[in-house]
């Protein structure tokens, strides 16, 4: 089952791909503008799972390719760590932490000094587990799938330089056994450097 999301990720990211490069080929379409992005990000869990790991922190590293007026292709990856539940039981030194993996788009409402978007991720996290309370122990590691979809405004600073500001809900998806998923409300803040100038061809 793991094996078959790998290749339909891998899929997902070279129809991507393709496009993008379809789209660059256009004489009609916006395209040139490039970016990378640096976030900095805040986790409040949801559901069961707050019941043991209450809220998470860490960082987001990303490129993306505004191929249209209105739509970006971004590519993103980063560092979560989760904080455990004070009244969980869980003994010290416990962690939760994953790697995400992601792929998505963002749609642009205005391109102005204030852009506004709506965008969605997803893609696959690297998880690892190892924590032990009075009845139970777990150290183990696992791919997983995940999505996020929110909103977001990025505000020019200076001609290539942006603030990043965006709220999302997020769901990390366990193996389905498991008693919970790993949902919460994400909220982030970070800034992005244009690499190259918007122009039309």
Known sequence: MKLQWIIIFCILIGSAVHSQTSLEQSN?????????TVQGLGINSLGEFKESWESASGFY???????????????QTGYVNFKPNENAGLEDGSIFRMIPLMV???????????????????G???????????????TTT???????????????????????LAAKYNSHLLDPPKPY?????????GLVWRLSPARKD
């Open 61 to 75: 590293l990303g490129y993306g390719i505004i191929y249209s007026d209105k739509g970006s292709l971004v590519f």
């Open 142 to 164: 696992s791919w997983q799938y995940n999505f996020q979809v929110g909103l977001g405004l990025d505000i020019f600073l200076f001609s290539n330089l942006q603030l990043e």
């Open 104 to 122: 998505g788009g963002r749609y642009y409402i205005t391109m102005d000094r204030f852009r506004p978007f709506l965008l969605a991720m997803n």
């Open 124 to 138: 696959f996290n690297f998880i690892r587990q190892d924590w032990a309370r009075a009845d139970s122990a777990l």
């Open 181 to 189: 998923n790993i949902t919460g409300l994400e909220y982030s803040i």
């Open 28 to 36: 009609n379409v916006f395209s040139g503008e490039k970016f990378v």
